[in-house]
């Protein structure tokens, strides 16, 4: 089994291969996403179009089979010639392995260098190694919504008087962010995730980063959460920050920090800024690199 | 100098609902491109557009980056969500599911406008009615 799955039973699929006249393709790849819950990809050759649909093997598997073998069966009866559709089982996997390969140390700010788990790396003086293997989840350092949050916990801890001692980071992904702050100083660390795959990552990183007593990861509602923190990190999307932001601001303690990121151009920053400016919250800086927004906000004192 | 191309991606997936599970995992992971990285970009880009499916298109670089552009929804999901059904017909013959008026497919067709390889709205208007009728729906004036 794949390391990636060791905290749960890998899942299946059923693939379905379905090759079909140009003119059926939307209507068909309309009603297999509708059936399966999943999208589909199309490959195109010749005057023909190949769909390829994934079901998975859950608990509703038998009736949406039924509904499959349905919409063929009515398929070919509209078509001189009946179509063929393949059905193989598709094992869940690591599908980034192959990436992984081309995933080399990178240096994010003048102190903080992220590495893969797997490779050696020789750190300069004061120069901060966070080592991460995403596995499947969100934070390599390479997007820039990292890199942005990235740089501001590392100018809090390196620029501030007062520097957090404890933190919270909310969408942890591969708690790249929260190892960065406890490297740095924080004291306490919490990450959260609502995706058990990347509680798994985030957890087994933090193990390679000798950093289990001062960060703890788990799937916890940020709702549920006791206290509050001199720094919050939330690095997702704009949605979701809208839709956390109440809670979010919550959790910072008086004149702490909040760091935003996932934001993607100027009117999502626009957007994000206009929920919370009924906020008890200063917008201390804006940073921006290849169209992705980072925010850095102070909570009343 | 222009990166070398080395592959498309063609993927129809629910607006900011991208996840590393299929299509996407396989698809990507077989080119070696970095599968979260499209997530996040793909959902940031997307999440506004509700429950729709959208279409994407990866080009795959040789140096194992790649670009993506979104499209419009296709002409069948519009069309469903238009006329609140869910579910076409499979024999259009035997079975028509709906009827939908010629000023719907013309909201359609200017909605599709930007990704149908149609010289007019007129010529557009006809791609979509090929698909209400491929669907079952049964195009009125």
Redesign the interface.
């Known amino acids: 089994m794949p390391e990636t799955f060791s905290h749960r039973p890998p899942?299946q699929?059923l693939?379905i291969d379905l090759t079909l006249p140009g003119?059926?393709v939307?209507?068909v790849?309309?009603?297999l996403?509708?059936i399966t819950g999943?999208?589909?990809?199309?490959?195109?050759h010749d005057n023909q179009e190949t769909i390829?649909?994934?079901l998975e093997k859950d608990r509703d598997y038998a009736e949406a089979r039924r509904q499959i073998d349905?919409?063929v069966?009515?398929?070919n009866?509209?078509l001189p010639q009946a179509l063929q559709p393949s059905f193989t089982t598709?094992l869940?996997e690591n599908?980034?392995?192959?990436?992984k390969?081309?995933y080399r140390p990178s240096r994010i700010t003048e102190t903080i260098t992220v590495k893969p788990t797997w490779q050696e790396y020789c750190p300069g003086e004061g120069e901060i190694v966070i080592a991460i293997d995403?596995g499947?989840?969100?934070?390599?350092g390479?997007?820039s919504?990292t890199r942005l949050a990235l740089t501001y916990i590392d100018q809090l801890y390196r620029q501030s008087p007062h520097q957090p001692r404890t933190v919270l980071d909310v969408g942890t992904?591969t708690a790249i962010l929260a190892l960065a702050a406890a490297k740095l100083g924080a004291q306490q660390v919490v990450a959260i995730d609502n995706d058990i795959d990347a509680v798994a990552a985030a957890r087994e990183n933090i193990k390679q980063n000798h950093e289990t007593g001062r960060v703890v990861c788990s799937a916890t509602d940020l709702a549920e959460l006791e206290g509050n923190f001199d720094l919050v990190i939330a690095n997702i999307?704009?949605?979701v920050l809208t839709a956390l932001s109440a809670a979010l601001v919550k959790k910072i303690a008086a004149g702490g920090h909040l760091i935003l990121a996932?934001?993607?151009g100027p009117e999502?920053a626009r957007r994000l800024t206009r929920t919370l400016q009924d906020a008890p919250l200063t917008l201390i800086h804006t940073r921006t690199e290849e169209n992705w927004y980072s925010l850095l906000l102070q909570k009343s004192p | 100098m222009a990166k070398q191309i080395t592959g498309y991606?063609?993927?129809?997936?629910?607006a900011?609902k991208?996840n590393?599970?299929?299509?996407?995992?396989?698809?990507?992971?077989?080119?070696?491109?970095?599968?979260?990285?499209f997530?996040?970009?793909f959902?940031?880009?997307t999440?506004?557009q509700g429950d729709l499916?959208i279409p994407v298109v990866i080009t795959v670089y040789k140096d194992?980056s790649f670009s993506f552009i979104t499209k419009t929804p296709?002409?069948?999901?519009l069309l469903?969500k238009k006329l609140g059904i869910?579910?076409?017909?499979?024999?259009?013959?035997?079975e028509r599911v709906a009827k939908v008026k010629r000023e719907q497919i013309r909201e359609i067709a200017e909605i599709k406008m930007p990704d149908l390889n149609a010289y007019d709205i007129e010529a557009a208007m006809k791609t979509v009615e090929?698909?209400a009728r491929?669907?079952g729906i049964t195009v009125v004036d």
């Open positions: 899942r699929w693939q003119e059926l939307d209507y790849g309309h009603e996403t509708r999943c999208g589909v990809q199309m490959i195109s390829i649909a994934y349905a919409l069966a009515d398929l009866s509209r598709l869940e599908w980034a392995e192959n990436w390969k081309n995403p499947m989840a969100f934070g390599t390479l997007h919504s992904g999307t704009v949605d996932g934001i993607l999502q | 991606i063609k993927l129809q997936i629910q900011g991208a590393p599970s299929p299509p996407v995992g396989p698809a990507l992971g077989q080119h070696g491109l970095n599968i979260m990285e997530c996040k970009a959902n940031a880009q999440q506004d499916t194992k296709p002409a069948t999901t469903f869910s579910k076409g017909s499979g024999n259009p013959k035997k090929g698909s491929s669907a």
